[in-house]
């Protein structure tokens, strides 16, 4: 079959983790046999034309911005895919109004909307996918003394009251950028190292030789963030705050605890203590099961049969 990803790619030198899970879409359908041209929307692009082109069977669209490329797409005359990642009023997107389905990310998600009017049967769930990534040696699993937290030094993913607050004398490393990294780093007692953004595959292997992974955001987004489906390709069990995703989640399969902003942190750290080291093999069944690539490309070639089907 052939497929075009449509995606608004942020043009950043570090992509976002939107963009990375376009290519990791990319590369598993290819794999799996599929003929796929990543087309990127943006300024001075004429998608329509590059659609025309490669003549696919299935346009999925992922993330676009508003305005001319979304008018674009939406009169494409075939079959047409739109992943939700982020929470639009379904009336008002001319884009999601012509989409033969809505792909989305998370189960927070679809309840949204459907709350919102979306007709069920219009919505596919279709998590995202990470690889696996190997279990370490018995020597590096007695190594694990620090904890891990991934994610933008920003406002909204709640790293900073999580510095306040953390722990003299219990290691953290904060993987990430953002516009916070100077009262970050001074809220931050002498045992959180700030390692910035690396190369995404050694950021995953790193994974392995880490307590838990703490995510203190309460953003609430369309998908369950990226990082937490690496967490547990890795094995890595997860503590969340309340308010996004991620709790949810955490909860319904099991990968960790769930605590909230105002909680006494050590207490919280003490009980993950206690339980994540018996989570580690469970985290990476769940990962398996319902967040491999495998299972992720069953589901899409599924969903890509029904559309292209319904137009015979």
Not at 173 to 198: K, Q
Not at 235 to 259: C, D, I, K, M, N
Request: aromatic share 4%; with cysteine; glycine share 10%.
């Amino acid at each position: 079959m052939r497929v075009a990803l449509v995606h608004g790619f942020t043009g950043s030198s570090v992509p976002g983790g939107e963009d990375d899970a376009v290519l990791d879409q990319a590369a598993a359908l290819t794999r799996a046999g599929h003929e796929v041209r990543v087309v990127r929307a943006g300024a001075g692009r004429d998608t329509a034309a590059e659609l025309r082109a490669c003549a696919p069977d299935v346009v999925h669209v992922h993330q676009l911005l508003p305005g001319a490329d979304r008018a674009r797409v939406a009169a494409w005359a075939g079959p047409l895919v739109v992943t939700l990642h982020r929470h639009r009023p379904p009336l008002r997107d001319p884009l999601l109004r012509r989409a033969d389905r809505a792909v989305v990310l998370s189960e927070a998600s679809r309840d949204g909307w459907l709350a919102a009017g979306m007709p069920p049967e219009r919505l596919a769930l279709i998590p995202d996918h990470v690889p696996p990534v190997p279990d370490p040696d018995p020597l590096r699993r007695a190594e694990r003394t620090a904890w891990v937290c991934v994610g933008r030094l920003a406002v909204e993913r709640g790293i900073l009251g999580l510095l306040r607050r953390w722990p003299a004398g219990t290691r953290l490393d904060v993987v990430g950028t953002g516009p916070l990294e100077r009262e970050c780093r001074a809220a931050a007692p002498p045992s959180v190292r700030f390692l910035g953004v690396g190369e995404r595959g050694a950021l995953r292997r790193s994974l392995t030789g880490y307590r838990g992974l703490v995510f203190p955001s309460a953003w609430h987004e369309g998908a369950v963030p990226l990082v937490y489906l690496e967490a547990l390709a890795a094995g890595l069990p997860v503590l969340a705050y309340e308010g996004s995703a991620v709790p949810r989640a955490v909860r319904a399969e099991g990968t960790g605890t769930v605590t909230t902003p105002d909680a006494p942190l050590p207490a919280a750290l003490a009980a993950a203590d206690h339980i994540f080291p018996t989570l580690r093999e469970h985290c990476r069944s769940v990962h398996a099961k319902r967040y491999g690539e495998a299972v992720w490309v069953e589901r899409t070639e599924r969903l890509y049969a029904a559309v292209v089907g319904e137009r015979v």
